[in-house]
């Protein structure tokens, strides 16, 4: 199940009108789930409260309502607490650009090789690339085992809740990065896709957890380099190619390791929405923990974990869909 209510203190990414009713939506960099601003009297002062928060880039204590996708309430902070929000805040340092993006236009054969097509300058950070796909499986195989829905204690300090998928993306990815290159030694970028131009939302169905779609604003899940070797066979000789893969670990979504354009092809899912689109991506340094901003050129970082920490604890005993065949534990 989903909480009623949950509070914090939030950055505004957006403020949109809805395709969907005429409403406003409002998108927090904090939250991957799209929020509505209710039906009621309030919600002109709420609009202009988030509004002045936006302008300012400001944070806001607001109370939202998972269950429904609704703003509850909004305050502006003090200007001590908003002393403490900066002094506590860290940012990453010279993020790569973000790129705009046809899925339909995607290559598969070409778009995943990472010397071929995706040049990010983050790749040059790290070159403990990962040796094989057997491997990157193990890797996935170990993250997806400690997830909160499964019984017994994790192998690890705090289960992560793959079972959740309508929020907590940026916990659940920041807490692989940090298993796999702690302990299993090997590099981690973060992919970010964003529906970020005009009313473009992602659109997926989790298969996994009950077969309901979700929707969100952005997506993020640790993308790792992996070599592999193919064999190819002519009548009179046979050759050896050796590539380096981008692929993406997500058990909230997948059973295994996917291509990087199987991961951002699933958020466009039509049979969930006809108009879900993709607007661009984004491959960041591992460090990378959230975006900063609605246009993708800001990520804020989380290096000792706490915010990290804090939300698997939080989301660790909800469920994504109504109905679904994953426990709803007490809260």
Known sequence: MRPLEEAGVLTVAALRESTDNGGTECLFNERQQIYALPRAKSAPRMADRLREALERGQPV?????PRRGVVQKV???????????EEERTFLERPDRPRRIELDSIDPTTFNIVD?????????????????????????DFCAAQSCHLPGPPAISHCIPFQYVRDGCYARAHKMRQIIE???????????????????????????????????WYHVAPLVRVRVRLGLRFPSSRFT????????????????????????????????????????????PGSAYEPANYAATAFRTDPNYVDTHATLIDYRYYTTCTGSSVPSLPM
């Open 241 to 284: 190619i050796e590539l380096v893969l981008a692929l993406v670990i997500d058990p909230s979504m997948f059973d295994k390791p996917v291509l990087l354009s199987t991961w951002l092809l699933a958020q466009e899912n039509t049979g969930c929405r006809a108009n879900a689109n993709l607007s661009m991506y984004s491959i960041q």
């Open 61 to 65: 204590n607001a109370v939202l309502n």
């Open 75 to 85: 305050a502006l902070l003090s200007d001590r607490e908003l002393r403490e929000v």
């Open 116 to 140: 071929h097509y995706l040049k990010f300058p983050c790749f040059r950070l790290c070159t403990n690339t990962i040796p094989s796909y057997a491997v990157a499986k193990s890797i996935f």
């Open 182 to 216: 702690d302990q299993f030694g090997y590099c981690c970028e973060k992919v970010f896709s964003f529906a970020n131009q005009g009313n473009d939302r992602l659109w997926v169905r989790a298969d996994k957890w009950g077969g309901c779609c979700v929707d969100w």
